[in-house]
């Protein structure tokens, strides 16, 4: 109790910002919450109630909603400047788009108007949910703008600028965390390292609802609290934006310059401006005594980040680290004791002190926001590239969506009205096209370009540490070329595209519709397309009875690919026309009727080769040892993607549980399986396997199914290749001994080759996409096309799997074409060359079905989706769980 009376008194004395005083009609946390800043962690209803009092209380403040959570929690931000630039916020707003764009406004018209505008600065707190002290903070930087008295640093930040802050981009991750740190609790703060209070079950707070790292998620745009925050910021602009964060507790405080390497589409006066951002910050970081980091851990490269995106449309954009109490207080390596108080008050000033440089440096910001807008386009009409050409071809669901996400970005993107010509070429109309010659156009390099190249300088060093066994300085991958992970074509024009052209609406998923009328005898879609696995999906959902086609065939003039859907009318329900007519529309698909099973060529439908697709009831291991990353993202890709419902069941349950009302159970990449689900658990799955189940394994689940003591999968995990050849296994010796026969290391190659391990894994692959063959004669392959994209990250390699065991349905392509995109060095390439990615093997009744890459890695792997989907829906139709009908 002492303890936390001393805790409590330390609160009461504690300043942020010494010497300020505040305006007393302005009202305190203590006031609002019943608690000072740092005292205790506050809610995400907490926060909402907390700026509502704020916004009643002063006229320099206004509350903007953005969007909603998965669970239904609402988004805000919140504008604050002085009460004139509140009052003119649809003005500051709709100056700041004509900047944007200066083939609407002039250079001088643009002089104008920045001579009346503040610099708008976006400061971000709390993407990921158990890192608390971001939102706390949040609120004490607009406590503190609003109701500081004679300041002359707030008074400038109020002038000059306008503050957007959005105080909680996570409120689903903050509420799971602040859930377990409450029932953790006990009767004091405790600041051990290993108190319960500190260490957050699976899957913890850090992801949303669909457990999606949100900091991966700007340029993907696959869930709903970033789509609103792309919006948000395209309607402003903000000329800064800072994202902050928090990491280990052993930790101080990281802020910018970045460390190499950064993205090359980033422009010369966007890397200088981070000086002034570093030594403000330093200047007040010194002065308060604070200890803090720079240009180390924290890199510019890859776009999907908080502080990356933003760059792409002129923006200044930021990182703030600050170490992490995951509680109240806790006790670092040192034996220091990091108070939450004084994490809250870190970032806190951090961000003061950014606003201040924005304020300072406001009439720079805004000439080189206009002039990086000149720039972009200029290049766009002079560089090598002059368009982004995206025919509707495969793929053409894929190939929408691709075109939805870039005007979603700000991307002007044009659509074919007639066939044109480009490059020697003929497209169809429908084609979409990307100018080069627009403001977007380094966001649209950045995304399209199949390549976003390393600086030389920066791998070679990288390729030093990775030769030494240190560890690498990637932070992230090194590749997300969206065509490749679409796998669309994207043809880059050297001239610019003319011909007959409407702006494209910006919708990912266009309607689908019925072509040919009421069917007599079956309705049928070609396999091949996400629309089309949205079809499947959906009529499964809804009962209807669909067939799939093993192999392909032609009926009235058309082609259906292997895998193509016929439903036929008898055998469904009389209304079958006009669901499919609302499934159509809904997803996107072509579907065609026809009044006769009768094919040009090919197998018709009646044939062994056409299968009855069955409703699958889906588990999916959750929980521990599972990646949440990897579970949630199957999960968002089945449920949200292809609107198919799944039962996740935690894996100490699948141990001893009934898996004989399922047909599929998807393990997710994850850890010891084997440990997790003990002798008798990996029996039944076995058991459930054999009798019919489809096991389906991703990643580093692979390694479950082909350890031979579990003997799913008849592939084994590799070893690193040293020298030309995989090390052998070095001979027992008789007896071990103390002393060895001497050597002689002549060199520092032998030297070299002396000190290397005997048998280990390869090196972890930082992420790369690379480029796997496709099986198209085998029924999973179906729909895939010719080959696909997989993200590759880790030290997963394996051995293909022999002929009178399984199929490799999806192998790597040679050593020389097998990196689509992204760094892997000369010894990766070849050791996994011609390697599985996909991976089929029979095991009585029922299949096992391997992925070595995750094929939904952040749910923005669309090109993988029809592999996926094979295995998920049609695995089931070529597995004799008990009680199905022989097709034979």
């Not at 806790?330 to 002190?353: E, I, K, N, P, Q």
């Not at 406001?362 to 009409?381: H, N």
């Not at 009205?417 to 109309?429: I, K, L, S, V």
């Not at 296994?729 to 002396?754: F, L, M, N, W």
Request: charged content about 25%.
């Amino acid at each position: 109790m002492a303890k936390l009376i001393g805790l409590l008194l330390a609160a009461l004395s504690f300043e942020f910002w010494p010497g300020a005083t505040y305006d007393p009609s302005i009202p305190t946390f203590h006031k609002v919450l019943g608690y000072d800043p740092g005292e205790r962690i506050t809610t995400d209803e907490g926060i909402a109630r907390y700026l509502d009092a704020l916004a009643a209380a002063s006229g320099r403040i206004k509350i903007f909603e953005y969007g909603q959570s998965w669970e239904g929690r609402k988004l805000v931000y919140v504008a604050i400047g002085s009460e004139r630039n509140i009052g003119r916020l649809e003005e500051i707003r709709a100056a700041m788009a004509r900047l944007a764009d200066p083939r609407k406004t002039s250079e001088a018209e643009a002089h104008k108007l920045m001579a009346g505008l503040p610099a708008v600065v976006w400061l971000g707190y709390g993407v990921h949910g158990n890192e608390i002290s971001p939102s706390d903070a949040a609120m004490l930087t607009a406590y503190h703008l609003l109701a500081a008295r004679n300041d002359k640093m707030a008074d400038q930040i109020l002038e000059n600028d306008l503050v957007l802050i959005d105080p909680l981009q996570n409120p689903d991750g903050r509420a799971r965390f602040l859930d377990h740190f409450e029932q953790s609790e006990g009767l004091e703060p405790d600041a051990s390292p290993l108190a319960a209070e500190h260490n957050e079950p699976w899957p913890s707070g850090r992801t949303n609802h669909y457990l999606f790292d949100l900091n991966r998620d700007w340029f993907a745009l696959t869930q709903p609290e970033t789509r609103g925050r792309i919006a948000a910021l395209r309607a402003w602009y903000p000329l800064v934006f800072v994202d902050l964060h928090e990491m280990g507790a052993d930790s101080t405080y990281y802020f910018t310059p970045e460390a190499d390497p950064y993205n090359p589409h980033l422009v010369k006066y966007q890397r200088d401006s981070l000086q002034w951002f570093g030594r403000n910050n330093a200047k007040w970081f010194d002065h308060f005594g604070f200890d803090y980091f720079t240009r180390e851990v924290y890199d510019a490269f890859y776009p999907g980040y908080g502080s990356s995106w933003p760059e792409f449309y002129g923006s200044i954009a930021m990182t703030y680290e600050q170490a992490s109490v995951r509680g109240l207080v806790v006790r670092r390596s040192d034996d220091s004791l990091l108070h939450f108080r004084d994490t809250v008050r870190r970032h806190f000033v951090a961000s003061l002190a950014t606003a201040e440089t924005a304020a300072q440096h406001r009439e720079q910001l805004l000439e080189d926001f206009y002039q990086y807008q000149v720039s972009a386009i200029a290049e766009g009409a002079k560089e090598p590239v002059r368009a982004y050409i995206l025919p509707r071809g495969r793929d053409a669901a894929a190939t929408d969506k691709l075109a939805g996400l870039l005007m979603e970005q700000g991307v002007e993107v044009q659509q074919a009205t007639a066939p044109f010509h480009a490059g020697g070429r003929e497209y169809a109309a429908g084609t979409y096209v990307a100018p080069l010659a627009q403001p977007a156009k380094r966001l649209i390099r950045t995304l399209l370009d199949p390549v976003t190249p390393l600086d030389d300088s920066f791998l070679k060093r990288e390729e030093q540490r990775r030769q030494r066994k240190l560890r690498g300085e990637i932070y992230d991958v090194t590749a997300w070329s969206l065509p490749l992970m679409f796998n669309v074509e994207a043809v880059a024009s050297a001239e610019p595209v003319t011909g007959a052209f409407a702006p494209a609406k910006p919708a990912r998923i266009p309607p689908g519709e019925i072509q040919g009328g009421t069917a007599e005898v079956a309705y049928l879609a070609a396999w091949g397309s996400a629309a089309t696995g949205r079809l499947l999906a959906g009529a499964l959902h809804n009962d209807l009875e669909v067939f799939s086609s093993d192999r392909a065939f032609a009926v009235n003039g058309a082609r259906y690919p292997a895998g193509s859907l016929i439903f036929k009318v008898q055998g469904n329900p009389t209304d079958l026309r006009e669901r499919l007519v609302r499934l159509a529309e809904s997803t996107g698909a072509e579907v065609h009727a026809t009044n006769t099973g009768w094919v040009d060529e090919g197998v018709n439908f009646g044939s062994q080769h056409v299968l009855r697709v069955r409703k699958p009831r889906i588990a999916l291991a959750w929980d521990t040892p599972t990646y949440s990353g990897s579970a949630g993202a199957t999960r968002f890709v089945l449920e949200r993607q292809y609107g198919y419902p799944i039962t996740p069941i935690r894996v100490a349950q699948l141990a001893g549980a009934d898996l004989s009302r399922f047909q599929v159970l998807i393990l997710p990449s994850g850890g010891n399986y084997a440990r997790a689900l003990g002798t008798s658990g990996i029996e039944r799955l076995k058991d459930w396997v054999e009798t019919g189940g489809t096991l389906i394994a991703l990643a580093d689940a692979v390694t479950f199914v082909a350890d031979p003591k579990v003997e799913l999968l008849a592939v084994a995990q590799e070893n690193a290749v040293v020298g030309a050849e995989p090390a052998k296994k070095p001979e027992k010796p008789e007896k071990e001994e103390a002393r060895v026969p001497g050597k002689i290391i002549a060199s520092q190659a032998d030297y070299a080759k002396a000190i290397e391990a005997e048998k280990e894994l390869p090196d972890s692959m930082p992420g790369a996409l690379l480029r796997a063959r496709v099986d198209p004669d085998h029924w999973l392959g179906a729909g895939a096309g010719d080959s696909v994209v997989a993200m590759v990250v880790g030290r997963n390699i394996f051995t293909p799997i022999k002929m009178d065991k399984g199929v490799n349905v999806a192998a790597f392509e040679s050593a020389d074409k097998v990196v689509a995109s992204g760094y892997l060095w000369e010894g990766g390439r070849k050791q996994i060359a011609y390697k599985p990615l996909v991976i089929a093997q029979p095991a009585g009744r029922g299949m096992v079905i391997a992925f070595t890459a995750d094929p939904n890695y952040r749910g923005y792997l669309d090109g993988m989706n029809v592999l996926f989907l094979n295995a998920v829906f049609r695995g089931p139709a070529h597995a004799r769980p008990p009680g199905a009908e022989d097709m034979e």
